[in-house]
Nanobody, 122 residues
Framework: EAQLVESGGGLVQAGDSLRLSCAAS????????IAWFRQAPGKQREQVSY????????HYADFVEGRFTISSDNTKDTVYLQMINLKPQATAVYYC???????????????WGTGTQVTATS
């Protein structure tokens, strides 16, 4: 059974950095696309970034503006999201999800973690 467990969230001040982790199990890690999504209170879930573990392709939402970096450690079956210069607008629950295609729409992703809270205060 595929499982994803997020960690690394927390309460930080604007301008600080955080690194989120997504530990995967139950599937062949290198065959899939792993994405990070976020959902702020009262807003729809939106994709932040994805990485295609088959070929290393990455994609970022426009709002990332070069401040986030997604990476994958195939020896640990873990995907990371390094976030620098966090803004209060980044406050949300961050989820990782696994899928088979490189798409932005959350409907393409099959298995989800339970999320980790990121709060950036001004």
């Amino acid at each position: 059974e595929a499982q994803l467990v997020e960690s690394g969230g927390g309460l930080v001040q604007a301008g600080d950095s955080l690194r989120l982790s997504c530990a995967a199990s139950g599937f062949t890690f290198t065959d899939y696309v792993i994405a990070w999504f976020r959902q702020a209170p009262g807003k729809q879930r939106e994709q932040v970034s994805y990485i295609n573990n088959k070929n290393g392709e990455t994609h970022y939402a426009d709002f990332v503006e070069g401040r986030f970096t997604i990476s994958s450690d195939n020896t640990k079956d873990t995907v990371y999201l390094q976030m620098i210069n966090l803004k209060p607008q980044a406050t949300a629950v961050y989820y990782c999800a696994v899928g088979v295609v490189t798409r932005v729409d959350a409907r393409w992703f099959e298995t989800w973690g339970t999320g980790t809270q990121v709060t950036a205060t001004s």
